[in-house]
């Protein structure tokens, strides 16, 4: 894994055994952050990356000066994974926690400036969760909510509340929304 652009630009880590994982390719991870220079305040940003991983986005925002990112996965081996790199680069802007993603979307009260999901292609319950998101104050009213997905659900992410665009990069999709006015 790398981290493709910003000040971390280059570093590298390496991923545990025993972690089944599908890391955003760096082609898809690099169009989807030209996307999002335009739409994020990065120094002024708070983030989350969901279903975080390899910590990869999560990573990668940190890289782009992100005031905030937090990491939540409900593997303990990726977030121990994620701790120790963010011990290891210093980064002290940045938290790893071990949860449910639907059980995070409704307790947690902090909204996000960027929220990024991740979900496993066969989970078909985070079709709901751009919407819970978004209906529980989760995202700022200036601030986009990312879901990748893979092409079974393109069909379906237009009809999802507060949904934009969805841009396509091989078998990797990302569908951006909004708070609605």
Same mark, same amino acid.
């Given at each position: 894994? &790398?981290?493709?652009?910003?000040?971390?630009?280059?570093?590298?880590?390496?991923?545990?055994?025993?972690?089944?994982? &599908?890391?955003?390719? @760096?082609?898809?991870?690099? +169009?989807?952050?030209?996307?999002? $220079?335009? $739409?994020?305040?990065?120094?002024?940003?708070?983030?989350? @990356?969901?279903?975080?991983?390899?910590?990869? #986005?999560?990573?990668?925002?940190? +890289?782009?000066?992100?005031?905030?990112?937090? !990491?939540? @996965?409900?593997?303990?081996? +990726?977030?121990?994974? #994620?701790?120790?790199?963010?011990?290891?680069?210093?980064?002290?802007?940045? $938290?790893?926690?071990?949860?449910?993603? !639907?059980?995070?979307?409704?307790?947690?009260?902090?909204?996000?400036?960027?929220?990024?999901? @991740?979900?496993?292609?066969?989970?078909?319950?985070?079709?709901?969760?751009?919407? &819970? !998101? #978004?209906?529980?104050?989760?995202?700022?009213?200036?601030?986009?909510?990312?879901?990748?997905?893979?092409?079974?659900?393109?069909?379906?992410?237009?009809?999802?509340?507060?949904?934009?665009?969805?841009?396509?990069?091989?078998?990797?999709? !990302? +569908?951006?929304? &909004?708070?609605?006015?």
């Amino acid at each position: 894994m &790398r981290i493709i652009a910003g000040a971390l630009k280059g570093r590298t880590w390496t991923l545990p055994k025993g972690l089944d994982l &599908r890391p955003t390719t @760096d082609r898809a991870k690099e +169009s989807l952050f030209n996307v999002l $220079q335009a $739409q994020v305040d990065w120094p002024l940003a708070t983030c989350l @990356d969901a279903f975080s991983g390899t910590g990869s #986005i999560g990573f990668e925002m940190l +890289s782009r000066g992100a005031k905030e990112v937090h !990491f939540l @996965d409900k593997n303990p081996k +990726s977030i121990q994974h #994620i701790q120790k790199q963010l011990a290891a680069w210093k980064m002290e802007n940045a $938290q790893a926690v071990q949860g449910d993603v !639907f059980e995070f979307a409704h307790r947690q009260k902090k909204p996000y400036d960027l929220v990024f999901l @991740d979900p496993p292609y066969t989970l078909s319950e985070a079709l709901e969760l751009p919407e &819970r !998101f #978004i209906q529980n104050g989760l995202l700022k009213p200036e601030g986009v909510l990312v879901l990748e997905h893979g092409p079974d659900w393109a069909a379906q992410t237009p009809s999802i509340a507060g949904w934009q665009s969805t841009k396509k990069y091989g078998h990797v999709h !990302f +569908s951006y929304f &909004r708070v609605e006015n």
